[in-house]
Structure formats: C-alpha cells, structure tokens
C-alpha cells in the first residue's frame, strides 16, 4: 500500500485519536474517551505498519509521537494520594518497619546505642563532653536548661506566635536530618550509619552532661514527649538509608541497579512515615514540651505514654487483615 | 554499495548512533526517549534555582512585615520551597519544573510513562548525595558516565530526563513527476531517498546536489538530474496525493 492511502484511509482515526490525548492530558471529562485503549493499540499497529513497509520520517516520527503520548496517558501510574494516606497511617507503614525490621534493628541498635553509651560516659566522665561538643555550645546549653531560670528551654515565657517560630523551625531543622540521614545511605550505607551514629553520640553527650551538672529535671521532662516521635523517626531514616546501602552491597540475584531500585521503593515509603513522625514531634515540641505550667510529673506521665503509643503503633498497628478498611 | 536485499524481518533493530533510548511498549513498539545531557541539565537548574531565590527573597520581604508569625511562616516555606519545590512542579506538571520547561525538558520513569510521587520524591532527596562532596560534583560524575545521563538520584528512583517532544510541520515534497525506482530498494533505502525529499527544503542547494550526485551511479539516474529523479522516485514511493 502506497503512503499516501494509507494516510488518507486512517486520518480520521488518527485525528479522533489526538483529541481523545487532548482531552486526557487536560484531564478534562475522561467519560468520551472508553475506546481509548483499542483507539491505542490499533495507532500502534500503523506505527508498526509504517515501520515495516519504509514510509517516510514524517510520517514515522509523529506517529511515534502520538503512541509515546498515548503510552503515557494509558500506562501512567495514578496514585489516589488522599486515600492511600489513611490506609498507609493506618497499617501499611507499620507493617512495612515489621517487614523491614533486620534494618530497623540495626539502625535503632546504631542510634540508641550510641546515645546510651555516650550518654553513660559522660556521666561517668564529666569532662568527656567538651571533647565531644564545643565549649561555646555547652555553654548556650546551659542558658537554655537551667532550672533556676525557671522556665524550659527559651529565656523568656514565649507567646503564642513564638510556639509557631518553634514549629517551624523544628520541621525545617529535624527533617533536614532525616532526609541527609536517609539519603547518605546510597554511600553503601556508610553515610547512613554514620550519621546514626553521630546524631545519637551528640544527644546522648547532651543528656549525659545535663543529668550531671543537675540540669536533669528540666531536660528530660522537655524531651521526654517529642523524642518518643523523633528519634524514633531519625533511627527509622536510618533504616530507610541502611537498606538503600544493603541493596548496593548484596544485590543478591538481581543487578545492582535493579536491587537499588527495588530497595528504594520500599525505603521511600519509610521516609513518608519518619516526615509524619518528624511533624507530630514538631508539633509536640512546640506547643506541649516547652509548656511551663505543667509539672514534671504530668511530662514524664505524658511522655511515657507516647513511648508506649510509638511502640505499640508500630508492633501491632495492620496485623489485622481488614484493619484500614 | 547499497543492501541487495531487505534485511529479515526479524533482525534486531541497529543501535542508534545519537543517544537515543529505545523503550519497548507492551504492544511490542520502540519508542525512541531522547535522554538530556549535563549541560542542559545544569542549566535548567541554575533557572529553578535562580527562581527559588527570587521566590524565597520576594516571600521573606512580606513576611518580615508579619513579625514572629512570619518568620515561623517564613522557616515552613523555607523547608517547603528547599524540598519540595521541584517534586510538586515534576508530578503536578508532568514532569516539568518551569526551569525544565524553559529548556524544553521533562522527567519520565524509565518506562517513558509521567514521574509519579515516590519516584519524584525519591530522586529528589538524594540530590543530597549527588551535591556531594561540592557542587553536584557525584551527579556530574554519574551523570557524564552513565549511557542515559542519569545523576545517582536518577539511577536509585528509575527516571530519566529526556527532551519533551516538539510538535512535527508537515513538510512540502518538492514537485517532480511520479516515477519508478530503477532498482529494488531495501525499506531503509526507501526511507532514505523519502528522507531526502521531505528534509530538501532544510538544506543548502549545494549540499542538495552533492547528496543526490552520490545516489546517482547506483540507482542508475543521470547525474545532472539527479535531483529531479530522486524527487520523482520519493512521489513515486509516497503515492498519488
């Protein structure tokens, strides 16, 4: 068949075709637009035809276009964002950190470890904590939790909009970490670890040198709430990262490449969880731990309960099958 | 000297000579992607970039007037503009930071279909790797290394940033009167001697006739008309209009 018959034969087609793109790529009514997949296959038959019987570039090339275009309106991958959302709070997440727990293992092992071990030290050994921290930070450290002062963490009783400068910067700063934490895993997961690490080697310094100068009371009870968030949060970042790495390091039957892709799938879906974790904290931060009015007592009650809220979501949240329904 | 024969059927497509990434649909068609290379990348991040500060300095100006709210205001758009700028603009606009529009560019997943959230988000937060250790000095490497242009980001997530494909003009056969080839000609032939006659109006008369000279001997035209004859056997090939 000469080009030009062919053309001709199936203009109508192929014009019909264009508008149903049209109407798909605006995301206007999509009701018009049923045979849009037999519309599909059948342009990627003529392409086929104009290939194999040599017509000419044109002709070729924008029928290339209208199949690319149509391949991606036919094979996108819609994501129904708002009602995934519930089911991922719900039990998708936590059954991925269960899945996942040889790398949530190792990552908490990392962080919390670290924090408790340096912690320890520098309780033990007092001056340990100026060759971990500089001098002028541990100094600004104790402006902020002296318990003379009288109040948590700022100078001054803060008002409302100052809670909110807080919130702010808590989201900023910790999910900053988070995703560093994270994304330095493709380092083989050194970065990952290293991070884990040294995060939890600087708390663990801080809380350490404030137990022991008398600071305690003022610091654990501002803590105790968000960290329940946070630090879980940055140990599952961690998790994410490790995995990340784990895939580069043994790949096991698929190429490199692949498994990353794989493992960064799932990881990706970890760091969703950490930044939702990583807002409640803020939240918390800012609005309850800096809370003067409340005692100590109520803090440590409250903050104990969260503890135990994290590690219950997260071990028992989805193992019912029909749970997010 | 020209193929004898039309190559089988089944034969294996050539690679291509440009940089061309082949995607094969599930309908068993090759879609060509073309994949961007570093320095139209760079550039269309140094306009996103250039943006973004523009964006953040007009913003941080109105919001100084608010005071405290403002600068809490000001931390959360910070943090939303440094993070999330680009995953918003690439899944909203299919695939297309306005930087990346400008320079005509989009980022499909491998598979050529529009980036979705997690691929974005994904490809997105280990820019943090590719900066390292200074100035997108990994993403340059793994980029200028890597066949298809992919940064470290693009490798872990399965994108690809490719040109966007631009509208195609019809264009003008010249008039010859319709002939017959003088000798069987292989499908790639015959989309060369259509290429020829669709692509003359692109090219220096000069260069038109040098291409044509060259078919001359062995399509058995005479060669001051060779120009003519090769016209007339694309009309013949193309078919009555």
């Known amino acids: ?325 | 000297m020209l193929e004898p024969t039309a190559p089988p059927r089944k034969a294996p497509l050539a690679p291509p000579l440009d940089t061309r990434h082949q995607v094969e649909t599930p309908e068993g068609i090759d879609l060509p992607l073309r994949p961007a290379g570093l320095p139209v990348r760079a550039v269309a991040f140094a306009i996103d970039l250039a943006l973004r500060g523009v964006i953040m300095g007009v913003l941080f100006i109105a919001l100084a007037f608010l005071g405290k709210l403002g600068m809490g205001l000001g931390s959360l758009l910070l943090f939303a503009i440094s993070w999330w700028y680009m995953v918003l603009f690439e899944v909203l606009r299919q695939g297309r930071s306005p930087g990346k529009q400008w320079m005509g560019l989009r980022v499909v997943h491998d598979d050529g279909t529009p980036v979705g959230w997690s691929a974005s988000l994904l490809r997105n937060l280990l820019r943090f790797v590719d900066l390292l250790p200074f100035g997108y000095f990994l993403g340059t490497l793994s980029c200028l290394h890597h066949s298809t242009f992919k940064r470290l980001g693009d490798i872990a997530a399965g994108t690809l940033v490719v040109y966007s494909e631009r509208p195609l003009t019809r264009p003008q056969l010249p008039e010859a009167e319709p002939r017959r080839t003088p000798v069987p000609l292989t499908l790639k032939e015959q989309r060369a001697v259509l290429s020829f006659a669709e692509r003359q109006n692109d090219l220096s008369p000069a260069r038109v006739n040098e291409l044509a000279a060259l078919l001359a001997q062995p399509l058995r035209i005479s060669a001051p008309k060779a120009v003519a004859e090769l016209n007339g056997i694309a009309r013949g090939l193309l078919g009555p209009t």
Request: hydrophobic letters at 50%; proline letters at 3%.
């Open chain 1, 1 to 325: 068949m000469k080009q030009s018959l062919f053309e001709s034969r199936h203009k109508a087609e192929w014009e019909r075709f264009a508008m149903a793109l049209e109407r798909l790529e605006h995301g206007k009514d999509t009701t018009q637009v049923s045979g849009f997949p037999k519309a599909y296959r059948r342009l990627c038959q003529h392409l086929a035809l104009a290939q194999e019987r040599g017509y000419s570039s044109f002709l070729i090339d924008s029928l290339q276009q209208q199949v690319l275009r149509g391949h991606q309106q036919l094979y996108r991958h819609r994501s129904h964002l708002g009602a995934n959302l519930l089911s991922f709070v719900l039990a998708d997440f936590p059954r991925l950190v269960r899945a996942e727990w040889r790398f949530v293992l190792a990552a908490g092992l990392l962080f919390f470890g670290s924090l408790i071990a340096v912690g320890v030290l520098v309780y033990a050994f007092p001056e340990l904590i100026y060759s971990l921290i500089p001098a002028d930070q541990v100094r600004e450290m104790h402006g902020m939790y002296d318990p003379v002062a009288g109040h948590l963490g700022r100078p001054v009783e803060r008002a409302a909009s100052e809670d909110w400068v807080m919130f702010g910067y808590y989201v900023m700063h910790n999910i900053g970490i988070a995703f560093q934490t994270f994304a330095s895993g493709l380092f083989l997961g050194v970065g990952s670890a290293f991070f884990l690490f040294y995060n939890g080697m600087v708390i663990g310094a801080v809380a350490g040198h404030l137990s022991d100068i008398g600071y305690g009371q003022t610091f654990w009870s501002f803590v105790i709430a968000h960290g329940a968030f946070e630090l879980t949060a940055i140990a599952l970042a961690g998790a994410a990262g490790l995995r990340l790495g784990w895939a580069l390091i043994a790949p096991g039957r698929l190429s490199r490449g692949e498994a990353l892709q794989r493992a960064a799938r799932k990881s990706v879906l970890l760091v969703c969880g950490v930044m939702l974790f990583l807002l409640i904290a803020a939240f918390i931060e800012a609005y309850w731990s800096s809370k003067t009015s409340v005692t100590p007592a109520t803090k440590y009650l409250v903050g104990a309960g969260l503890w135990a809220l994290v590690a219950v979501y997260l071990t028992f949240a989805g193992r019912t099958r029909h749970a997010p329904e």
